[in-house]
């Protein structure tokens, strides 16, 4: 057993049980927007949630233990190339990059944003021209340091 076949059969469940990310996180007592990163093994659970998640999806007692271990980060290649929403997202980092980094300059000073103390979240905002999908991420300032 392995976080990719957990993976597959997560998504499996939540299908065919008609379960929707916020009702796990709502079980989980997280956000949705972290639990459905970790149920798509990209995040480590801890024993307490692995456990509710074994329970919600039905998987094996063995899965509490996978659930838990680091897993590897990082898309299929191939599923980032081809699906729609990944490529929009990298377009955004394309255009707006550049942009991005000179505002977190200007007013943060010679440093990142963090990717591992990072919290997203997505909301829908309706709109008379359509709804809109609204994405706020909030990473951790890191400074570079100085010598």
């Not at 801890?46 to 659930?67: C, G, N, T």
């Not at 979240?121 to 994405?135: F, I, M, Y």
């Amino acid at each position: 057993m392995n976080r990719t076949t957990l993976t597959e059969q997560i998504i499996e469940t939540r299908i065919r049980k008609g379960i929707t990310w916020a009702d796990v996180a709502r079980e989980l007592g997280t956000g949705k927007e972290w639990v459905t990163t970790a149920c798509l093994g990209q995040m480590t659970f801890s024993k307490d949630q692995a456990e509710k998640v074994v329970a919600i999806f039905d998987l094996p007692v063995e899965a509490v233990a996978v659930l838990q271990s680091p897993p590897t980060r990082g898309l299929d290649a191939a599923a980032v190339a081809s699906d729609p929403v990944i490529l929009r997202l990298r377009e955004i980092v394309t255009v707006y990059g550049p942009t991005i980094k000179e505002l977190i300059h200007e007013e943060f000073g010679d440093g990142i944003m963090s990717a591992i103390d990072f919290r997203l979240r997505l909301d829908r905002r309706e709109d008379p021209k359509g709804d809109r999908v609204e994405l706020v991420l909030s990473g951790k300032y890191l400074a570079y340091p100085t010598v």
